[in-house]
């Protein structure tokens, strides 16, 4: 059966790897052709290193970058949070693939529709 | 009282004695978000210059730009910038985009290669950064990837952001829909090429800034 293969990601996974790690396993799937779903997604500072190397590695005619979708990022600002002045940042379930291939149709809040061809 | 009143007025002379005389600003966004056009116009009303060529083009602007001591007067307020025009932000760059503008093929690879090279300039100055005026085209949806990084960075960061709605002399501008995506962080609407709104912007970048 011929199709796009697409790699669900769990949080613990992505847990247990390092920023590089998940940067390099994400780029290398998705020039691969894979499609990614990450549940957690990832921090600011991963999506940049992202961008990053991707920029590093797009030539003409074989790579022109990914396509990132991801919810924009949610405040855990519960009580203790507040009571120590510490709000952290949580990233939430972000879509990647080859931009060739995925294509963002529509985005908000709580809602990523995408297009994916073969 | 008069002991209050004595710490406040020593707090208010320590914070001024401490506060920072120069905020190094970016101004982000995606290509053709109307960076430039918003650089030019903050660096012409301030100083009489100018900061980079404009384009119907995405990536014009394929190098940081950066001008220093900018002072911007507003109601009273008053701050001084160093204002860094960045290059669009993209997580993809396809030369064929830039053929479909005429450009021959050979052209088009080394913008895109330009291109990508800005985009890592960019995503660096992020780190040397005291705030950022985020470009957003007001006819746009709001909820692309390149404004959900800046404004996570920003926030990861607790540095101040303030978005620019640019665009609004076009008809389907709507910069509620920017201020319903993003209404954590203050905003204002503007048209950077014709001006408007643009004496309500520089108060907000003195207030924010300053």
Redesign the interface.
């Known amino acids: 059966m011929k199709g796009i293969q697409l790699d669900l990601i769990s949080e613990d996974k992505l847990d247990g790897m390092t920023s590089m790690e998940k940067v390099r396993l994400i780029l290398d799937e998705v020039r691969n052709g894979k499609i990614l779903v990450l549940e957690k997604g990832l921090t600011p500072s991963e999506q940049n290193k992202l961008i990053e190397l991707t920029m590093t590695e797009i030539a003409p005619d074989d790579f022109s970058g990914i396509e990132i979708e991801s919810y924009p990022v949610k405040h855990n600002d519960n009580l203790f949070s507040k009571l120590l002045g510490k709000t952290t940042l949580k990233t939430r379930l972000t879509v990647i693939g080859p931009a060739s291939q995925l294509k963002t149709i529509k985005k908000d809040r709580d809602l990523i529709s995408a297009l994916v061809s073969p | 009282m008069g002991i209050i009143k004595s710490l406040k007025m020593n707090f208010t002379w320590f914070k001024k004695f401490f506060k920072k005389k120069r905020a190094r600003i970016g101004i982000y966004g995606p290509p053709n978000a109307g960076k430039t056009t918003l650089a030019n116009r903050i660096i012409r009303d301030w100083t009489g210059d100018a900061m980079g060529s404009v384009s119907a083009i995405p990536h014009e602007t394929r190098r940081a730009r950066r001008r220093e001591g900018v002072t911007i007067d507003s109601n009273g307020s008053s701050v001084t910038l160093d204002i860094i025009d960045t290059p669009g932000?993209?997580?993809?760059?396809?030369?064929h985009d830039f053929m479909a503008f005429g450009m021959s093929e050979e052209e088009s690879?080394r913008r895109?290669k330009e291109a990508?090279?800005g985009?890592?300039e960019a995503?660096?100055w992020?780190d040397d950064l005291d705030g950022v005026i985020l470009v957003m085209d007001a006819t746009e949806?709001p909820?692309?990837?390149v404004n959900?990084?800046v404004?996570?960075?920003m926030?990861?960061r607790k540095l101040p952001l303030l978005i620019a709605a640019n665009k609004i002399d076009l008809p389907t501008s709507s910069p509620a829909r920017i201020h319903s995506?993003?209404p954590?962080h203050p905003l204002v609407p503007i048209s950077a090429l014709e001006g408007q709104n643009i004496d309500m912007l520089y108060k907000e970048i003195a207030d924010h800034f300053g």
């Open positions: 932000l993209a997580t993809k760059i396809d030369f690879k895109a990508t090279e985009v890592i995503v660096k992020l949806d909820y692309t990837q959900v990084t404004i996570g960075n926030e990861a995506a993003f954590q």
